[in-house]
């Protein structure tokens, strides 16, 4: 059994497949906006495609905090921290080229249900 399988977890989790079908699709859209952001030559462009990339770098590397004993607590705070970051990516995109952040912005639902998530599975398993 994985760390993760043996926390107790709410009962409104996600099914295990929907977290790598949310995950493709979200990226799959922010590819899109790349492409959108990279022919554009608006104002603001290159800060949008840094930020992009940095919040899919920061998204990846979450999943090295979390699957581990005794990383809830980084885990569920990391997580509020790419929220943070992917509003300002959408923000951003959107001020560029309003499809980008519109293609970005469903990110911001998934991230705002797992950081809920994290917050509450640290809740449930205080001694993860």
Partial sequence: MTFFESLQKPSWI???W???????TLWTLQAIALVVLVGSDRSG???AIGLLAGQFAFAIAWQAVV?????LLL???WLA????FVVVTVVAAWRVERLAGLLIAPTIV????ATAL??????????G
């Fill in 18 to 24: 929907a977290f790598p079908a949310a995950w493709f």
């Fill in 110 to 113: 998934w991230v705002t249900t």
């Fill in 67 to 71: 699957f581990g004993p005794g990383r």
């Fill in 14 to 16: 996600p099914p295990d």
């Fill in 118 to 127: 994290g917050f509450t599975l640290l809740r449930l398993n205080p001694d």
């Fill in 81 to 84: 921290a790419l929220l943070v």
């Fill in 45 to 47: 462009r290159n800060l």
């Fill in 75 to 77: 885990a569920a705070w």
